[in-house]
């Protein structure tokens, strides 16, 4: 990371789960390599092969993370094929996922992001196997990087072609921004991929979602139990929501959901 002090700090985002040493293994490689490294679990239970859902997660979480951090993202259908490896150095973090539409999101939203391709015969590393490329790549690398001891340039190519993403971004049109659920948290609340930022204009925001009309409230507590309301989250985008129950399950919605934001209700 060249012009960058590394943190010592690596997160991890799979979608391996809880069963199975898979996610400890690859810990286990890190700390071999640099047994001061910092290890963070973002998540391990990302939708299985949906890298829209990791890229989404680990764009909008490495802004937590002290500069110099390396951030691993594996959710990885190609595993084992001739598939890519990106690196992408942004805004003072470096990133590591498959070439599969999991970092077209960060590398979208930052001009100034510098994509690689990985070359990971530069570090000399033994023939990886064909399913577990987080133990035998990812992780060796992810090590080195965070000790200091390689920079990106060691062992990557600068690139300008990527695989987009899976998801469209919003559309955006006069009064109307269009798009769609990402992920359902473990309250039921649908979230989207709509910025707050894109309503900022919006005098009475509605948003339509499987056939009803859900106003826009600040929080939770603003609206009785049982309703539906929309509001910002923490993460600065439009989320669905019921207060005391699941939105997802009330209105019977999950990732892929279309969700359209409006100024004004619709009669």
């Known amino acids: ?26 810990k286990g490689v890190i700390l071999d390599r640099f ?14 092969q949906w890298p ?24 990885d259908p190609g595993v084992g094929t001739e598939r890519d490896i990106l690196v992408v150095e942004c805004d003072d973090h470096v990133f590591l996922a498959p070439d ?18 990985l070359d990971s015969a530069r570090l000399g590393l033994p023939e990886p196997s064909a399913t577990f490329h987080g133990r035998d790549i990812f992780a060796p690398v992810a090590a080195e990087l965070a000790a200091g ?32 659920v990402v992920t359902v948290d473990t309250f039921g609340n649908l979230i989207s991929n709509i910025d707050a930022e894109l309503i ?6 509605v948003a339509d979602i499987a056939g009803q009309q859900v106003p ?13 309301l929309a509001l910002v989250n923490s993460f600065g985008v439009i989320e669905i929501a019921r207060a005391e129950g ?10 892929g959901a279309p969700l359209v934001i409006r100024d004004g209700y619709i009669v």
């Open 246 to 255: 699941s939105a997802a399950q009330g209105l019977g919605s999950a990732r």
């Open 52 to 75: 829209p859902e990791a890229g989404f997660w680990v764009s909008r979480s490495y802004g937590w993370f002290p500069a110099g951090s390396v951030h691993m993202a594996i959710v």
């Open 1 to 26: 990371m060249a012009g960058m002090q590394p943190s010592g700090v690596i997160t991890i985002t799979t979608d391996f789960g809880h069963k199975g040493p898979f996610a400890a293994i690859m």
């Open 100 to 117: 599969n539409g999991l970092l077209a999101q960060l590398i979208d939203g930052h001009s100034s992001a510098r994509v690689y391709k």
């Open 216 to 228: 826009m409230h600040k929080t939770y507590g603003n609206v009785q139990p049982g309703e539906y």
């Open 149 to 180: 001891r390689i920079t990106v340039a060691d062992v990557a190519t600068p690139t300008r072609e990527w695989t987009p993403g899976w998801i469209d971004n919003p559309d955006v049109a006069p009064g109307k921004v269009s798009g769609v």
């Open 200 to 205: 900022d204009g919006f005098g009475e925001p």
């Open 35 to 48: 047994p001061e490294a910092k290890v963070v679990d973002l998540m391990h239970d990302i939708p299985a």
